[in-house]
């Protein structure tokens, strides 16, 4: 149990465009979602930790209006990067926390975004 | 200081010895810690998870946890070449609000 999928697992698009990627909890209704970001050979960041129904809370140094966040259900929370510029290019990782956990976070596979 | 603190290494072992991984918490009212393994391109996936002080053994890992020394490790038994990935060490805060990851350590296993 406890899987976590993502959709693209990477995608390409032009300077500008905006994308928007998909996580879902596939087998459990998840408590909280949370968006991260890693750089090559570099750690993971946090962005951001969305809860169905209300807004998103972004980490210092995020930009909400260019990082959207929507988390429609229980099993669904969305990251669109509006005017994609090729410095956004990088991992983005979604994880999912379940009921009656202690936090552990369950990851999706991640979606590997290039701007060009 | 970093909340949480990790070798970033690379460790290497050979092939068969124990691997130990290190991580060191600032929050004294942490509960919870983890650890990850993250391969090359890939995401994190949980490996283990501890609450208690002392150790948890599952399989070739073993977790120990010393909340009086804010310290938390975990030892790979019998080291393979497919363990070979960034190990991540994770604390969830007072009142468990928030996960704190750390950089993780980098191991390598020789064949």
């Known amino acids: 149990g406890a899987v976590v999928s993502q959709h693209p697992s990477w995608v390409i698009c032009k300077s500008g465009t905006s994308v928007k990627i998909e996580c879902r909890s596939l087998?459990?209704?998840?408590?909280?979602m949370f968006w991260y970001r890693q750089f090559p050979k570099q750690s993971l960041m946090l962005m951001a930790t969305?809860?169905?129904?209300?807004?998103?809370?972004?980490e210092q140094g995020v930009e909400k209006d260019k990082f959207l966040i929507n988390h429609a259900s229980l099993t669904l929370s969305t990251l669109t990067v509006t005017s994609a510029h090729p410095e956004d290019s990088s991992f983005y990782i979604c994880?999912?926390?379940?009921?009656?956990?202690?936090?552990?976070?369950?990851f999706g596979p991640g979606t590997r975004l290039t701007v060009l | 200081q970093k909340e949480v603190e990790q070798n970033s290494g690379p460790l290497s072992v050979p092939e068969g010895a124990i691997a130990s991984l290190n991580c060191t918490y600032s929050?004294?009212?942490?509960?919870?810690f983890f650890w990850y393994r993250q391969y090359s391109g890939k995401s994190p996936e949980l490996i283990m998870f501890?609450?208690?002080?002392g150790d948890k053994e599952d399989g070739r890992f073993t977790a120990q946890l010393n909340k009086a020394s804010q310290y938390v490790s975990l030892l790979i038994r019998d080291s393979q070449p497919s363990d070979s990935a960034t190990y991540l060490c994770?604390?969830?805060?007072?009142?468990?609000?928030?996960?704190?990851f750390g950089a993780g350590t980098r191991l390598f296993v020789k064949a």
């Open positions: 994770a604390v969830t805060s007072t009142g468990g609000f928030k996960t704190i």
């Open positions: 994880s999912a926390t379940r009921p009656g956990g202690r936090n552990e976070q369950f």
């Open positions: 087998d459990f209704q998840a408590t909280t």
């Open positions: 929050d004294r009212g942490s509960q919870s």
């Open positions: 969305s809860n169905e129904g209300s807004k998103a809370t972004y």
């Open positions: 501890i609450y208690s002080n």
